[in-house]
T-cell receptor, first 111, second 111 residues
Framework: DTAVSQTPKYLVTQMGNDKSIKCEQN?????MYWYKQDSKKFLKIMFS???????INETVPNRFSPKSPDKAHLNLHINSLELGDSAVYFC??????????FGPGTRLTVT | RKEVEQDPGPFNVPEGATVAFNCTYS??????FFWYRQDCRKEPKLLMS???SGNEDGRFTAQLNRASQYISLLIRDSKLSDSATYLC????????????FGAGTRLFVKA
């Protein structure tokens, strides 16, 4: 059974488009996260959600809008995609402050 | 100063070698500490949590020195399969929701 799943795994799209990435966890965790890993492989937190509430927003452009319909899901919608948005996006989940479990990542390429 | 700093690497070691990774963090109020491992084009996976008392898991030993704000990971008897990027991770902020990853140290173990 997949603990943290993301869809799609690959996403190729043009500048200016809007796209969404979905994340689901079946671990019963109360906290979910979105990370961006850029071409230099640096992993940076974007958002943290605890019990469906936004806790952390790390100065991410407001073109990025996370949505948590329930504790097991955290989706990421991106408007007006830019070249600089190309990266791997990882979803993760945990109990607060405990180890995080990551999804397999979504490789986004903006052309 | 970066919030979490690691040895820049890469480390190139022969099989059987002992290798040590170092990490420092800037926020003295940080709550939890971890080492993660990331293989090429894969998601980060928890290697071990780090406690002030130190902890060991087979060939891996992790240490935390809160006074010096320093975390270490020691790998003994390196295997080819240990080749990966090792990420130092710290949680901070209210409730420990903010997770900060170091830039990672790449390890190559050669036969």
């Amino acid at each position: 059974d997949t603990a943290v799943s993301q869809t799609p795994k690959y996403l190729v799209t043009q500048m200016g488009n809007d796209k969404s990435i979905k994340c689901e966890q079946n671990l019963g965790h109360d906290t979910m996260y979105w990370y961006k890993q850029d071409s230099k492989k640096f992993l940076k937190i974007m958002f943290s959600y605890n019990n469906k509430e936004l806790i952390i927003n790390e100065t991410v452009p407001n073109r990025f809008s996370p949505k948590s319909p329930d504790k097991a899901h955290l989706n990421l919608h991106i408007n007006s995609l830019e070249l600089g948005d190309s990266a791997v996006y990882f979803c993760a989940s945990s109990h607060i402050s405990y180890e995080q479990y990551f999804g397999p990542g979504t490789r986004l390429t903006v052309t | 100063r970066k919030e979490v700093e690691q040895d820049p690497g890469p480390f190139n070691v022969p099989e059987g070698a002992t290798v040590a990774f170092n990490c420092t963090y800037s926020n003295s109020a940080s709550q939890s500490f971890f080492w993660y491992r990331q293989d090429c084009r894969k998601e980060p996976k928890l290697l071990m949590s780090v406690y002030s008392s130190g902890n060991e898991d087979g060939r891996f030993t992790a240490q935390l020195n809160r006074a010096s704000q320093y975390i270490s990971l020691l790998i003994r008897d390196s295997k080819l399969s240990d080749s990966a990027t090792y990420l130092c991770v710290v949680t901070t902020g209210t409730g420990g929701f903010k997770t900060i990853f170091g830039a990672g140290t790449r390890l190559f173990v050669k036969a």
